[in-house]
């Protein structure tokens, strides 16, 4: 066993054995400093090269051949178009705790697991589908978080904005463009980006999630450096991102963050491997419901410029989520919330 591993498991074992009076029940800011997260970091210097080189200029161009060259790079990528995603998840840290410990975790109303609905609002196709998207939402009784970038092909109105966070609905930041390779351009670079994009809003937006998931120390101490509650670009359920093996909201210590690490996202079934939609739903849905015996967060990612022309496939997502009487659903910040709300509970006995 490796020493970042065998360092992670001893800080579970800790945390369990400082919580046995708690009817064994993890609390998830607990685990604080769990390195282990932190080797999905280790990017290749060629992808960070190509990441900083074409980020930029792919976003200038028309989203049709945007599309056609980012799946070109998908399929140099993954040449055989073969799911990126496992038929049965396995986590070896959450294996761990369900194994040797018995340890449930906590989340509101006494749910055995989560499952919290995100969308990144890629491109312009996207953006014109987000109100269609919130009036689905709403009459499947789901409340979910919308990633916005500010700056992009399509125009951010702040009415649609305020509608949005109105109804319930959560707004996070994707950033100012859709850039590849945001998180290697530099602490103080992604720093002014930010700002940016916080002075269009107009509000300190509680998460972000990276474009196309780049991740650096340097976003995250940027993200810090700008007060930002979570960050959710960290990987639990892909093969082409390496997974903190860990798949609940938790604290990363070196940063005044928590991680909700994506669990799966809808272009790992449409663009890497070209699956039906009938074919899609079914793996989909088994894999978040295989969630539950981890007391798991299955955090997923449905983008709106895919979903809008798979009908068949998000209403049956959607249907799968409202219908999970076991799971709590609702945006991130509300399960986040939760969790600093017990902290501060606790610390005040």
């Known amino acids: 066993m490796d020493k970042i591993t065998q360092y992670a498991l001893d800080q579970i074992s800790l945390v369990i054995k400082n919580n046995e009076r708690v ?4 609390e998830l800011l607990d685990p604080a400093l769990f390195l282990a997260s932190l080797n999905q970091i280790r990017n290749s210097r060629l992808q960070r090269v190509m ?16 599309t056609f060259l980012t799946d070109l790079l998908k399929k140099a990528r993954n040449p055989k178009k073969e799911l990126p995603v496992p038929s049965e998840i396995s986590f070896k840290y959450g294996d761990f705790l369900i194994k040797e410990c018995h340890a449930g975790i906590l989340y509101p109303e006494n749910k055995k697991y989560y499952i919290g609905v995100t969308h990144d609002v890629d491109n312009r196709i996207g953006y014109r589908y987000v109100p269609e998207m919130i009036n689905v939402l709403k009459k499947n009784r789901i409340k979910s978080t919308i990633n916005f970038l500010t700056h992009s092909s399509y125009k951010l109105e702040k009415s649609l904005v305020e509608d949005i966070r109105k109804e319930g609905f959560e707004v996070g930041l994707h950033g100012d463009i859709h850039d590849m390779g945001l998180a290697f351009r530099g602490r103080r670079a992604i720093r002014r980006r930010l700002e940016r994009s916080l002075d269009y809003l107009g509000f300190q937006p509680f998460g972000f999630r990276s474009p196309s998931l780049s991740l650096s120390y340097d976003l995250l101490g940027a993200l810090d450096d700008l007060h930002f509650t979570y960050d959710s670009t960290f990987q639990t359920g892909s093969s082409l991102y390496r997974s903190t093996e ?9 940063y005044n963050l928590f991680e909700a690490p994506l669990f799966i996202q809808d272009d ?3 663009r890497e491997s070209r699956l039906s939609e009938k074919e899609s739903l079914k793996i989909f849905t088994d894999l978040i419901g295989q969630m539950k015996k981890y007391s798991g967060a299955a955090i997923i990612n449905l983008h709106p410029h895919i979903v809008r022309f798979r009908k068949y496939f998000f209403s049956g997502v959607l249907e799968f989520v409202s219908g999970e009487k076991d799971a709590f659903s609702g945006p991130l910040y509300t399960l986040i919330r939760f969790y600093q709300e017990r902290r501060k509970a606790r610390e005040a006995v």
């Open 51 to 66: 990441r900083r080189l074409l980020g930029i200029p792919l976003e200038k161009i028309p989203v049709s051949l945007r």
């Open 246 to 254: 860990y798949p609940y909201i938790y604290k990363l210590d070196q």
């Open 268 to 270: 790992y079934f449409f």
């Open 23 to 26: 009817e064994k029940k993890l």
